[in-house]
């Protein structure tokens, strides 16, 4: 398992970890049809409409209506990705007959490896060995591989059918919390780029995936879960976070971090948690954003990829309700963020547009005026050099869209909402409480200038912090080039 | 605005307040018919089967078909409430003509009071004076009033059609925010019992509410959203909530904590935040439960309202995704919480209804053997008597329930866990992640029992410290009474 740094590198022959996104040729190993595992990676590849494909399954027969090889051995050379799904004991068998077929690229899904015990832990050792004998990149085992949207894609236990594109990469360490992240994001409409999960991280690492990402066109944030960085590793960690965060932002969330956590990631990856504050150095020595939560992770992940880094300025706030107005100054505050002093003529302006009870001040707020007010205050707000990014709350009462009392639709509101928001340039986030069936129609129109619709006040703030935290980041590398 | 508090006790001679929630009698004053403010309350009031209602508007005719007076001076003596809604300028000679018909109730919804500067404000000491004089208690202004589940009365923004009963009630200072607090409740499922928006707080505030609700069957827990304490009444604070957490739960959110949430909150609501530390240590002092964002206001409550107290023992967790166990170990550590140390004989039959694979150990790690297993896990785990508290994670795959993949219903599922768990006569909390429909399919099952599904685990994590939290306060103050 504690492999030296050198016979690891050596391992890497081949560079690039592409056939494991962008395969010309699979073979499913322990292809089948049963409703459970393997069902759906069988059926995700099976249905891709591009890739050649190669079912491979000791009983034969037919899955789901192909015909299966009954042995690695009958595979054509050079497929360029096996996916094996075998009992762990089988596994180290089909990996030594993916080598002698020239297959340099193995996701192993199976489970039963180090995080079991000793045994287990002595097969993963000897799968490493195989493939370091043979230049093979592993993934895995115990995951379920990975998801690209570009191609569509996936060897996970995900429904392709709902996937949607865009530009959040999410790294994950298990395989049923790297599905769920997917399952959330697809719910909540969160645009993904490539999920990988490593499971064991026998051989590829998050080390390994953050270098590929970082040169991946489509991956505008890079999101990881670490459970341990493999002993040895921590330097090149460090060297490729920090190339890596010049070009694209990096979080990071990471379990283990008391001595609870530890035992429970230990007994459920093998990782080993090490020390929470050595960790946390060293992320902040790479230049990557810490996070403390999932939520933190997935929110902070939605703003980054999908707004601009802020100019020169502080935050705007504007919200029908003054009490949320009030409690995002303080999360901003608590966070080290300054609220925009408006200019003059900004105030003048707003004046204009609001009514006489309207507070013109920041946090602007248009209470019950929302409709009415709020994309010519966005608009106003986006002109004032003091401001750098806008932060829109509304707390819209459901009796607004209830059939049974003003039956409104605010889509088209939200929708010119969102226009308005994106014509400034500015960063914008959004945050929505109460009636879901108000935020649902904000999400559809927002989502229009993929203006985000977050639901939780502190982690939206938490979110701004990072943008402000990479720009500033950002503005330091740059500043290093050009010197 | 800075009475002395012998002034402002002497206006307590009605010390009930519950006209405002059990009125027989209401006079809506600005009663209208327009889509705007004052629509839903007129609606609301107007379609209660019990109540006598009277309307009011100087432009007489009819209001949703119901005829108007022109006049206060119209209404007959007596009415126990009046509601009203009439512009700033107008609202003392409202509460003068209400005094006149011995009107001892009164909630002010209309704005442009103290929160708009030196002229609001002395309309508002206008509206104590004479409220002072003729005995009457007011809520308000710049509020929305009160909503009361348990005879579906309520003078604010909101869907009654929609209104979930429950133990939580709700105080909030700002009208829109409640509203939302509302909606967010019918939206989610969270049942109610009163809520009340205080507004200005001329008269009424939070401490006479929770005076009130400490006594009040339907309310379980008591949920405060707080802008600032009125001067001098930090010490009646302290007695009050002191009094009532030896009855209920009560939790406090407050804002204004920072130098721009304290300036946001004296444009809101004319409010005075206070020093943090010394609110911070008065409720600390009090027994009540401070709590630091809505969404922690919102799951507590839930949690608080739903679960019994737990006995002696710590915490369990039984998971289908190792990474949240992972997770949720650090939060409760973080916490101060302990993780269970189970039995040997819990570990052995948790072996028997596990696969092999399976981690018995705590957390109890089920993976993809949830649906098997975690029914008669958490059945095992609720007889360890070392075991205090069950967090059940589930973080199972959309493919699922997807008619793509499984199609598999899980609402049974989740009615049987639900039901399993509530035997245990332990707590139980249960966090969803990742696939919309497969959490709400967890809603509907494990709502049956009342089982709350939460959707964030750092929250999760803080609602199952405050149940411990208060226990502990629990036993001392019935230690206290039992010498």
């Not at 590849?45 to 494909?53: E, Q, R, V």
């Not at 990096?250 to 459920?268: D, F, M, Q, Y």
């Not at 990014?389 to 819209?396: N, Q, Y």
Request: charged residues 25%; glycine residues 8%.
């Amino acid at each position: 398992m504690c492999r030296k740094a050198e016979e690891r590198d050596a391992l890497k022959c081949d560079r690039s970890l592409d056939a494991f996104f962008n395969p010309r040729s699979v073979a499913v190993i322990g292809a089948t049809e049963t409703l459970g595992f393997g069902h759906a990676p069988t059926k995700n590849i099976l249905s891709h409409p591009k890739i050649k494909k190669f079912l491979v399954n000791v009983k034969g027969g037919k899955v789901m209506g192909v015909d299966v090889l009954r042995t690695v051995r009958e595979l054509p050379e050079g497929v360029d990705l096996a996916v094996i799904m075998v009992p762990s004991s089988s596994v180290i068998d089909v990996v030594k007959e993916c080598a002698e077929k020239g297959i340099r690229h193995v996701i192993i899904e199976s489970a039963g490896f180090s995080e079991t015990g000793d045994e287990g832990a002595r097969l993963e050792r000897e799968v490493v060995k195989i493939a370091r004998a043979n230049g093979m990149r592993v993934i895995g085992p115990n995951c379920v591989g990975v998801v690209n949207t570009s191609n569509m894609f996936t060897t996970a236990d995900v429904d392709v059918a709902v996937l949607v594109k865009g530009g959040v990469a999410f790294v994950a360490q298990s395989g049923v919390f790297g599905t769920a992240l997917v399952d959330r994001a697809c719910s909540e409409g969160l645009g993904l780029s490539k999920v990988v999960t490593l499971g064991n991280k026998c051989d590829v690492d998050e080390i390994d995936l953050v270098e590929y990402l970082a040169d991946d066109e489509e991956t505008k944030v890079i999101g990881l879960y670490v459970e341990g960085v493999k002993p040895r590793r921590g330097r090149r960690m460090i060297d490729v976070f920090r190339a890596a965060s010049a070009k694209k932002p990096i979080l990071v969330l990471k379990s283990g971090r008391t001595e609870a956590g530890s035992k429970a990631v230990k007994s459920h990856t093998g990782s080993l948690a090490g020390s929470d504050k050595v960790f946390d150095a060293a992320v902040k020595q790479s230049g990557a954003i810490r996070v403390e939560s999932i939520d933190e992770l997935f929110y902070t992940a939605m703003v980054l990829a999908s707004q601009p880094l802020p100019p020169d300025g502080d935050v705007a706030i504007i919200t029908n309700s003054g009490s949320l107005g009030a409690m995002m100054c303080d999360e901003l505050e608590l966070l080290g963020l300054k609220l925009a002093v408006l200019l003059p003529e900004t105030v003048d302006k707003l004046r204009k547009v609001t009514p006489p009870w309207a507070s013109c001040r920041n946090p602007v707020d248009v209470g019950p005026a929302i409709i009415e007010s709020a994309i010519p205050a966005i608009e106003i707000l986006g002109r004032d050099q003091n401001v750098g990014f806008i932060v829109m709350i509304f707390a819209i009462p459901g009796i607004v869209s209830s059939p049974r009392y003003f039956n409104a639709d605010l889509t088209p509101f939200f929708e010119i909402l969102g226009e308005t928001a994106s014509k400034t340039g500015k960063p914008t986030v959004t945050l929505g409480f109460g009636d879901e069936r108000i935020i649902k129609m904000a999400e559809k129109g927002l989502g229009k200038s993929r203006i985000p619709v977050l639901r939780n006040l502190t982690l939206t703030a938490k979110a701004v912090a990072s943008l402000y935290e990479y720009k500033k980041l950002k503005n330091k590398t740059d500043k290093n080039k050009s010197i």
